[in-house]
């Protein structure tokens, strides 16, 4: 696609609940990330994905937060047993490829994810 | 560990001024400093990236300058109008690593 596309906009979750978030990069992009943003403030790094190795998650908050990405391509984010602490904007990012010092990053549109 | 702020955090201006916004970074070892938007409810648009070895880039209305040396970046809009009213944020990525170090944006509106 053109971009980087987020599914779903919005998701409304019960407490406890596990929740499965989709991002689907630019085509040829092999840099995938995720990132969480909370209400007025900058999105805060989760995990990172060169091809389908997921070569960083130091910022996974917790082991409740598990995301892949198998062939290289589409990315998903699971939150299990969701908290009220987890309600936040989920960020999708691509960049074109790896080992280039000067990429830009191009976002998604995010999830919107409310743990109620 | 890199750490950016952007001052002011808020700033309303009349139509038709010129503004500038700020970006500070504490680690200077970066490779580009990149600025976005956000609209309302929305993801993250690029504005604007700029290599470590430039000191400027343009585009329209916008103009970025880096100073690496003073950990700082600024944005500069033109003639400003209503349509640029958003949040702008900048970012910088980590050393050996994309991961982007985001400030908390400044929130900018623009008075018809």
């Known amino acids: 696609g053109a971009g980087v596309s987020q599914s779903p906009r919005y998701k409304v979750a019960k407490r406890g609940q596990d929740v499965a978030l989709r991002c689907d990069p630019i085509s040829g992009h092999v840099s995938l990330f995720w990132y969480q943003q909370a209400l007025g403030q900058g999105p805060e790094f989760l995990t990172y994905?060169?091809?389908?190795?997921?070569?960083?998650k130091s910022g996974l908050p917790s082991d409740r937060f598990f995301a892949e990405r198998p062939e290289g391509s589409v990315s998903t984010l699971k939150i299990q047993r969701t908290q009220q602490e987890d309600s936040a904007v989920y960020l999708c990012?691509?960049?074109?490829?790896?080992?280039?010092?000067?990429?830009?990053?191009?976002f998604g549109q995010g999830t919107r994810l409310t743990v109620v | 560990k890199q750490e950016v702020t952007q001052i002011p955090a808020a700033l309303s201006v009349p139509e038709g001024e010129n503004l500038v916004l700020n970006c500070s970074f504490t680690?200077?070892?970066?490779?580009?400093l990149q600025w976005f938007r956000q609209d309302p409810g929305k993801g993250l648009t690029s504005l604007l990236l700029i290599q470590s070895s430039q000191r400027e880039q343009t585009s329209g209305r916008l103009n970025a300058s880096l100073d690496k040396s003073s950990g700082r970046s600024t944005l500069y809009i033109a003639a400003s109008q209503p349509g640029d009213s958003a949040t702008y944020l900048c970012?910088?990525?980590?050393?050996?690593?994309?991961?982007?170090?985001f400030g908390t944006g400044t929130r900018l509106t623009i008075i018809p």
């Open positions: 970012a910088v990525p980590s050393f050996g690593n994309e991961k982007l170090t």
């Open positions: 994905f060169q091809n389908e190795a997921q070569l960083d």
């Open positions: 990012a691509s960049t074109f490829r790896r080992g280039q010092k000067n990429t830009e990053a191009f």
């Open positions: 680690d200077s070892a970066i490779y580009n």
